[in-house]
């Protein structure tokens, strides 16, 4: 019998030993239709060329319809490259065709340009002067885009509602967090909700602790963990930046770099907050980049390209808003290993638990620097 093999060979490396292989999915040209459709969905648990047990099954299981976009950014390009494969040999973006379809990223700033959702807006917003207000190439624009954009972004069908702050105070951003909750509410009561259950939240903004002398029992701290906690109940996950180091001196040899900022430091067992580092796309923490064991993540945040800007940018708040998009992807998929484990669950805390859970235990994969990076599961 003939056999037709599907080599994908561009110095595939096997992660865990440094090894470059080449990767093959092997199917007689002569299988019927059916059998095709067994092999294509059948639970491989190991490894097609090593024969090694994955200690990640669903690398090599065809559970969803995946769309490529060419010559895609590297950030982007990182996001679907599976384990044993170096990114830079890759030109597309591979993504689950659902891309996010009807769910909803609120994204929290102080200002926006785009034709998205109707915004939420903090009191005094609309006051601020109008070059605050739009700005289309700012680094809250670029944030977002990040997100869901269409060339940039991650959730490509996602939908941005913006969630505009005055100034980016500590106590203006648990505004922001208090309309979000309260629009969430709303909707919840509706006899059809459209985003209760199917929204996650993000931002790049961050408060250190040594700076703003925080006291966790005053306000605005206190109310900033507590409404982020009803969020929580409500199902809804909060991805949020784990910040930078000292600047603009960012980085100084044997400076702390543990999570130092709010609302980030909040991350605990019991608080399912998300928190996003920065890395370079071959896994090496940024300099100056915070870490440590409250971040949930790394996602690629050096050098990264995104709307507005000529030049590429580096930095933590680059971090969140792919991981956020990575998110609500998953939220829209009907079948597969993150919709299995969190069916039942939407709508509640014990939700926002299991999506923790996935990117730290499925969604991500440890690079030999250290840095455990945020992946969408391509399984090739």
Request: net charge negative.
């Amino acid at each position: 019998m003939r056999w037709l093999g599907f080599l994908y060979l561009c110095s595939l490396l096997d992660r865990s030993t440094g090894l470059f292989i080449g990767k093959a999915d092997v199917l007689p040209d002569d299988a019927t239709e059916e059998e095709a459709d067994d092999f294509a969905n059948s639970d491989n648990s190991t490894d097609p060329v090593t024969g090694l047990e994955s200690s990640q099954p669903h690398l090599f299981k065809r559970e969803q319809r995946w769309l490529s976009q060419d010559n895609a950014v590297h950030e982007l390009r990182v996001i679907s490259t599976p384990p044993y494969m170096d990114w830079s040999c890759r030109t597309g973006y591979e993504y689950q065709a659902e891309a996010g379809e009807d769910r909803f990223i609120y994204h929290i700033e102080v200002e926006f340009d785009g034709r998205v959702e109707p915004p939420l807006k903090v009191p005094g917003y609309d006051a601020m002067p109008e070059k605050y207000r739009s700005a289309p190439d700012s680094h809250s624009t670029c944030v977002a885009d990040k997100a869901m954009g269409k060339r940039y972004g991650v959730a490509k069908k996602a939908r941005l509602i913006p969630v505009l702050l005055p100034l980016p105070t500590p106590t203006q951003f648990v505004d922001g967090l208090k309309r979000v909750r309260d629009d969430i509410k709303e909707d919840m009561a509706k006899d059809h909700p459209t985003r209760y259950k199917k929204s996650v939240v993000v931002s790049s903004l961050a408060y250190d602790k040594i700076h703003y002398n925080v006291d966790e029992s005053q306000e605005p701290w206190s109310s900033m963990k507590s409404t982020l906690s009803e969020l929580f109940d409500l199902g809804v996950p909060v991805v949020q930046s784990g910040g930078n180091g000292l600047v603009p001196n960012f980085y100084i040899p044997g400076q702390n770099l543990g999570v130092s900022k709010y609302p980030a430091y909040f991350a605990a067992e019991d608080f399912p907050i998300i928190n996003a580092g920065s890395a370079s796309a071959n896994g090496r923490v940024i300099d100056g980049a915070l870490r440590g064991p409250k971040i949930t993540v790394f996602a690629d945040a050096q050098a990264i390209t995104c709307v507005g800007y000529d030049t590429v940018q580096t930095g933590s708040s680059f971090a969140a808003p792919p991981v956020a998009g990575g998110i609500a992807v998953f939220m829209s998929l009907t079948e597969g290993s993150f919709y299995e484990r969190t069916k039942g669950k939407a709508g509640t805390r014990a939700f926002v638990e299991e999506v923790r859970k996935f990117i730290r235990e499925e969604a991500s994969y440890l690079q030999h620097s250290g840095a455990r990076m945020f992946y969408n599961l391509n399984p090739e």
